[in-house]
Each structure stands twice: as structure tokens, then as C-alpha cells.
């Protein structure tokens, strides 16, 4: 799980907030201080809640990609906008031999 929240970490810099960023390294550093504790239950517990923040956190960046591909479409600045579609009429012809 903390190879999940380095590489998100990594992978999504230019998309996650200030506050976003922060509580990923909250929640790894709670998680990386229960292993001296040795307690079972904690690292579990800890580990699922690094998993929900890292979850919610991918929810938050799809939905804010999803919106702006959207916006996007609708103010006909996507790329699919700019192809033209033409309605032709055409004849087979068939060679002889």
C-alpha cells in the first residue's frame, strides 16, 4: 500500500491538491509508525485507512477529468469537434476484363 501512494504520489503530481498530497503523507506516516508497534490490528486498520484516502483521492481526480473532458465536448473545443464529416454519394464500378 505504500508503493500505491508513493507511485500515485508520482504519477498524478500535476493533478492533486496541496491538502490532497498532504493527507497521503499523513496517512503513510501513521501507517509506517505502527510497524514498530508490532501490533496486527493497527497496521491492518492503518493500512485500510491509507487505502480509503488514496480511493477517495483517485475518485476526486477522475471526476474532476471526466468534468473538464465534458466541458470540453460541450464548448466544442474537443478534438473530435474539429473533424468534418462529409455525406457523399458514390458509384461502383466495376472493371472489365
Same mark, same amino acid.
Given at each position: 500500500?505504500?508503493?500505491?501512494? =508513493?507511485?500515485?504520489?508520482?504519477?498524478?503530481?500535476?493533478?492533486?491538491?496541496?491538502?490532497?498530497?498532504?493527507?497521503?503523507?499523513?496517512?503513510?506516516?501513521?501507517?509506517?509508525?505502527?510497524?514498530?508497534?508490532?501490533?496486527?490490528?493497527?497496521?491492518?486498520?492503518?493500512?485500510? =485507512?491509507?487505502?480509503?484516502?488514496?480511493?477517495?483521492?483517485?475518485?476526486?481526480?477522475?471526476?474532476?477529468?471526466?468534468?473538464?473532458q465534458?466541458?470540453?465536448n460541450?464548448?466544442?473545443?474537443?478534438?473530435d469537434?474539429?473533424?468534418?464529416?462529409?455525406?457523399a454519394?458514390? =458509384?461502383?464500378?466495376?472493371?472489365?476484363?
Amino acid at each position: 500500500m505504500l508503493y500505491t501512494a =508513493e507511485k500515485t504520489k508520482k504519477d498524478l503530481a500535476d493533478k492533486l491538491s496541496t491538502e490532497q498530497l498532504e493527507k497521503i503523507d499523513t496517512a503513510e506516516t501513521e501507517l509506517r509508525k505502527t510497524f514498530d508497534e508490532e501490533d496486527s490490528q493497527k497496521v491492518k486498520a492503518k493500512t485500510e =485507512e491509507l487505502a480509503r484516502v488514496l480511493q477517495e483521492i483517485g475518485t476526486a481526480v477522475y471526476q474532476k477529468a471526466a468534468a473538464e473532458q465534458a466541458a470540453q465536448n460541450i464548448s466544442g473545443e474537443g478534438a473530435d469537434s474539429k473533424e468534418k464529416v462529409v455525406d457523399a454519394d458514390y =458509384e461502383e464500378v466495376k472493371e472489365e476484363k
